[in-house]
């Protein structure tokens, strides 16, 4: 199995080719925000799904389909595996978690991966969003 990301000692390692499918993603989606799933045992990411934005104000929240929930939540059983990423993006704004984010985090041992595009360069920050509670993990790309 590839691994495509994995938490490691409060970090989140995403290969080269993970990033770029979430830049590419990101910039599609423009001026909207995007957003994905991540697919994996837990720690990993072993298949990202990038998603089509379905909330009535995309620039500046995000939904996933109900019917996307569903179909990768029947995949991971099947596999064995858990929803491990859950990414959108910021494309005006700081990559940090919105109040909106904090109250909508529905998978505690998910990492949530927000691709800021505000600044000069793709910026990709993470985080663990737990009971409101956010603790960011250090990101580096290999």
């Known amino acids: 199995m590839v691994t495509l990301a994995h938490v ?10 993970l990033f ?31 998603l089509d934005n379905v909330h ?21 059983e099947d596999e064995g595996w858990d929803t491990t990423l859950v990414f959108h993006s910021h494309p005006a704004t700081e990559p940090y978690p919105s109040a909106t984010d904090l109250a909508l985090a529905g998978w505690p041992d998910a990492v949530y991966a927000i691709l800021g595009l505000a600044g000069p360069e793709p910026l990709l920050r993470a985080y663990r969003i737990r009971d409101g509670e956010v603790a960011e993990l250090d990101v580096s790309v290999s």
């Open 8 to 17: 490691e000692e409060g970090a989140f390692v995403v290969s080269g080719d």
């Open 20 to 50: 770029g499918r979430m830049v590419e993603h990101a910039r599609a989606a423009t001026p909207n925000e995007c957003c994905g799933l991540g697919l994996g045992a837990p720690g990993a990411v072993a298949e990202f799904h990038p």
């Open 56 to 76: 009535e104000t995309p620039v500046t929240r995000y939904e996933i389909a109900a019917a996307d929930q569903l179909r990768l939540h029947l995949r991971a």
